[in-house]
Every structure is written in structure tokens, then in C-alpha cells.
């Protein structure tokens, strides 16, 4: 008999599983379904990475390479997050991860004592509570405002922070709403850190896919620097998210920790990756423009279809590409006799009624609420809407 830690009766199993079932059981039936629940870019890697990494394999590259990333890539970062995000940082300051999951991950293992807190904004992505209690902490969430579009926590900052508090992530550009935060709400965020000694670790994640309003760095507002762990990743911007690199950047004494604790679960990230990653950063960056120009493109198309829908309250997403409708004023209706209670069950309503797939908002932290992709087609997307508002019409 296999006994397992007791580790694991803290972690979540994924509460989106139901609706993925049913949706691939649809689909394996040949039912036309338009699926909104991707949470990865539609496009493919860009041929010249792609090429880049041939070359890399046929060149032999494809050893052990120094755990923290090989220096030209890390060289490439340094020069990337000066150019984009004006920061400085040295090599020794950045290390390469198997994603910027495994970045957050190494950093929650470096800084989290047991019962220590970690405030996550809510609605937040789904890794961030489970990888803060894999590493013995707990989450503390601090609830996001809808009524200011998410750029804000609904109580001032500082009352989220106890003397357990050891970090903050905020995630801006945000997965799953969109939002990017507010300055002020970022300067109180960086005076309680400074205040309080807490480290913030910034998923930066979805930088490069904003619109209207170009990102700023965490690490680059007053004072940021100094108490910001700066994480990215080459998965959304390059459409890259199979290839496994991510990378942080912060304090020496931070990155050497997650450097000593990657040493011993993983090693380097992906060698050809690597390779295939400096010439991603070094090079022609009109695809990925192109790519984020496809996005605002469809952010626009899903936003104005949702906004006309009956019952459905949306907030305009300024990044990534994900928009996260309230959807709670259809709560309590039902159709066939059948009763929608919640987010699961609205995304069950959506499958079986629309064949729409959307992510129920439980799994960010909102139930209210779901996840729409709009890293799919404009077609699938307009043609989903679609879908959507003619299900509604079923609820009584
Ligand atoms: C907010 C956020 N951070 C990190 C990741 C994972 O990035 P990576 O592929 O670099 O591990 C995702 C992917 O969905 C994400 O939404």
C-alpha cells in the first residue's frame, strides 16, 4: 500500500476536471464544440525559434548546461528586461527556469517557512495557493475589485499583512481577469514591503500582451527594486509554452537559493531551448507584435459580443488574453428542470446547451464568474458568442 505525505491532502485537485471531461466527451462523439478554455496561444512558434533549435540539435547542444541557464541566455534576459522594462540586472542576479511556473515555484521553496502567509490577489491563477501550501505556507487572499476593473484590492493593502506575511505575488497583466494594476495600488504594494520586510514576486508573465496601455515593470516603480522578484517567460509572448523556459530576476541571495534548489530537482532548463530562447529575445520581435495586435483584435470582438448578452457583467481585460465574465445574475434559474448554482455548473449549462467551452471561475477564486479565452480564432470566438446567447434564452 502506498502511503502518501499528508502534504498531499492539502493540495487541490483541479475543479475544472468535470467540465474538461465532458467537453472532450462531446467532442470525441464528433459534436461541433467551440472551446474557449484555452489557456495557451493559438499560433505556432515562430519559425526562425523554431530553425534556431534545429540548429541547436544538429550542432550537439544538447548536454547538461549550468544550472542557472547558459550565459548567453541569461546575457539576453539582462539585455531584454533593460530594453523592455527598464531594469538593470546582472547575470548573476537572473537564473533560467523550466517556466516561470518553476521560477515561482523555486522561489516559494527559498522563502516560505512553515505557516508562513503569502497574499495572492483573488481572482488568481490557479498555481499560486497550491504552490505556496506545497511549500508548508498559506495562502491569504486579498479579494481584487471588480467595481475598479481589478486594479485594486477591495481593502487597503496593509490590512492583508500579518506578522506571518513573507511575500506578495501580483500578477499584472492578470490571468484569469485581465486586469493590469493600478500605480497607486502598486506604490502602497511596494511601501508595505519596504515597510514590512516582504518580498513580491511579480509573474510578469503577460507583459508583452497588453493593449492600450503599455506594462511597467513592478521592479521599476519607486523603490521596487530593491524587494521584487521580476518573473517572466518565453511561453505567452513567443507562443512558446511547451518549450519550458522561464526565468526571475532579483536579488543575488534570492536567485543563488532558487539556483541551490533547482540544482536539485530539475537541473538546467531544456538545453536546445535555451539555445533557441537567446536568439526568441535577441531577435525580429514583429511575431510577437503581430501575435498581441491578433489579440486585441479578438479582445475587442469578445468584449463588445459578451457586453450585449443578457445577464453578463464584463470587465474590459487591458492584457493577456483572458476576459472574465460575472455571469451570477443567471444563478438560480434553470432549464429542463435542472438548476445552475454556479460557475460549474453554468460551464456545464454552456457545454451541454451551447457547446461552448468556458473555464468555470471557482478555480480562479470566483464563482461569480468564468474564463473566455480569446487565444482562439475570431470566428470560434464570434461563433461562441453566438452560441452563448442563444443558450441564455433557454434559462427561466
Ligand atoms: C499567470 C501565469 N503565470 C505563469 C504561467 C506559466 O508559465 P510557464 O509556461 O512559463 O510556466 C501561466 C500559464 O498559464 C500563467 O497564466
Known sequence: MVKLSDRMDKIQPSK????????????????????????????????????LATKAMADGYTKYTKVDGIPELKEAIALKL???????????????????????????????????????LSPYW????????????EPVFAELDPKADYRRTLKPFEEYVTDRTVAVI???????????????????????AREKDLLII??????????????????AYEGGNEVTLT?????????????????????????????????????NANSIAQKASVGALNGDQSEAEMMRDKYWERRDVVYEGLSNLPGIKVNKPEGSFFIFPDVSAHYGKSVNGKSINGSVEFAEFL??????????????????????????????????????????????
Open 16 to 51: 475544472t476536471m468535470a467540465v474538461m471531461a465532458l467537453a472532450k466527451d462531446l467532442k470525441a462523439q464528433g459534436i461541433d464544440i467551440v472551446d474557449l478554455g484555452a489557456g495557451e496561444p493559438d499560433f505556432p512558434t515562430p519559425e526562425y525559434i523554431r530553425d
Open 82 to 120: 533593460k530594453r523592455d522594462n527598464d531594469l538593470n540586472y546582472s547575470p548573476e542576479q537572473i537564473i533560467v527556469s523550466c517556466g516561470a511556473k518553476h521560477a515561482i515555484y523555486n522561489a516559494m521553496m527559498a522563502v516560505v517557512n512553515e505557516g508562513d502567509e503569502v497574499i495572492i
Open 126 to 137: 490557479v498555481s499560486f495557493p497550491e504552490m505556496v501550501k506545497m511549500a508548508d505556507g
Open 170 to 192: 501580483l500578477n499584472s497583466p492578470s490571468n484569469p481577469v485581465g486586469s493590469l494594476l493600478d500605480d497607486d495600488f502598486i506604490a502602497e504594494v511596494i511601501k508595505t
Open 202 to 219: 511579480s509573474d510578469e508573465t503577460y507583459e508583452r500582451i497588453t493593449f492600450e496601455n503599455k506594462y511597467k515593470s513592478i521592479a
Open 231 to 267: 518573473v517572466n517567460s518565453m511561453s505567452k509572448t513567443y507562443s512558446m509554452t511547451g518549450w519550458r523556459i522561464g526565468f526571475a530576476a532579483g536579488a543575488e541571495k534570492l536567485i543563488k537559493a532558487m539556483s541551490k534548489i533547482q540544482s536539485q530537482v530539475t537541473s
Open 351 to 396: 457545454i451541454e446547451h451551447a457547446k461552448v467551452v468556458v473555464i468555470p471561475g471557482v478555480a480562479f477564486g470566483s464563482d461569480n464568474n468564468v474564463r473566455i479565452s480569446f487565444a482562439v480564432p475570431k470566428e470560434e470566438i464570434e461563433k461562441g458568442i453566438e452560441r452563448i446567447g442563444e443558450a441564455l434564452n433557454l434559462l427561466n
